[in-house]
């Protein structure tokens, strides 16, 4: 490596990350993906706050960001003063700390793409669990109470409604749909009762498999809760999407739901009692409380 050229690394690495973001955002751009949200989301409590906090994130992260930078181009121009690149010779412990440069170049470049790809997964799951929340939203104005995000040990249940026709864990999943395949059978997804088979040809069997666990669970803490059995029906809801089933879903299964329809909410076959129905809800607050700021988990 020329010796001038050995000056700059610490630049070259720090420009690293930023041209991981750049390639990122192109490949983004030029993926045949599109969201298949049709309804506008409404803007949720503390909108504002919130993206206030996150501008504030970013600004922080900018800041740590330039503290780095700047002084270290400083430093390196100080060095070009003081070293004659020319005399720059190579032994062991270079070659040892050329290694450990190109190591940590290598993880930057990984850690950057894996943390682009969680704030993408993130950010859409959010959208997804939105949309859901919004599209259940006028059952409130019938009785129903609607719970998002409770903690259970397997894991959080998107969302829990709780009426007159039973308890539903609901789990959302949010797929984006394929720009190239244009009007309903671009957002068509058939399930068969194991798994979901989207149009494009993706088949998902997770959804599933996490709906029937998180149903399951809540079903157990009820009732240990309660003193008797609360059985809780397991619904996977796929915002955007037109959902077909070539079989009628039996009792116990899985249903799979666009959740602009209450269809299932409305006429299901059973009738819960209203104490039960009170019983349940005011259970389900233990878990949809936030923590006091500060508290231990």
């Keep these: ?3 001038w050229l050995f000056m700059y690394v610490p630049i070259i690495c ?31 409590p503390g909108e504002t ?4 906090f996150r501008d504030s994130i970013f600004d922080l992260c900018g800041a740590f960001a330039a503290s ?111 720009q190239s395949l244009k009007g309903q059978e671009g957002v068509r997804a058939e399930y068969d009762g194991k798994s979901i088979r989207f149009a494009g040809g993706a088949t998902e069997h997770l959804p599933i498999q996490q709906a029937q666990a998180v149903a399951k669970e809540l079903s157990q803490w009820l009732h240990g809760k309660i003193g008797e059995p609360v059985q809780v029906v397991p619904v996977v809801a796929l915002p955007g999407w037109f959902v077909t089933s070539p079989q009628r879903i039996a009792s116990g299964q899985v249903h799979v739901i ?17 104490s039960l129905q009170v019983r349940v809800a005011n259970t389900l607050k233990e878990l949809a409380v936030r923590p006091a700021p500060g508290a231990n988990k």
């Excluded at 298949?36 to 989301?41: A, E, F, G, I, K």
């Excluded at 706050?49 to 206030?52: A, I, K, P, R, Y």
Aim: contains cysteine.
């Design 68 to 178: 780095v930078l700047f002084p270290a181009i400083g430093m390196i121009l100080l060095l070009h003063s003081w070293i004659d690149p020319e005399r720059i010779r190579f032994n062991f412990s270079a070659i040892l700390a050329a290694l450990c440069v190109v190591g940590g170049m290598g993880w930057a470049v990984w850690k950057t793409f894996r943390i682009l790809q969680k704030i993408t997964s993130t950010n859409r799951g959010l959208e997804g669990e939105l949309a859901t929340a919004q599209l259940l939203t006028p059952l409130l104005a019938e009785g129903w109470q609607l719970f998002h995000d409770l903690p259970m040990r397997r894991g959080n249940v998107d969302h829990v409604l709780v009426g007159p026709t039973g308890v539903y864990a609901i789990e959302t999943k949010y797929r984006s749909k394929r």
């Design 1 to 3: 490596m020329p010796g």
């Design 49 to 52: 706050l919130n993206q206030g």
């Design 258 to 274: 666009n959740p602009k329809g209450h269809y299932l909410f409305r006429k299901r076959a059973y009738l819960m009692e209203p």
């Design 14 to 44: 720090m420009l690293i990350p930023c041209a991981c973001i750049l390639i990122y955002l192109k490949r983004q751009q030029a993926q045949d993906r599109k969201s298949p949200l049709v309804d506008d989301l409404l803007r949720p």
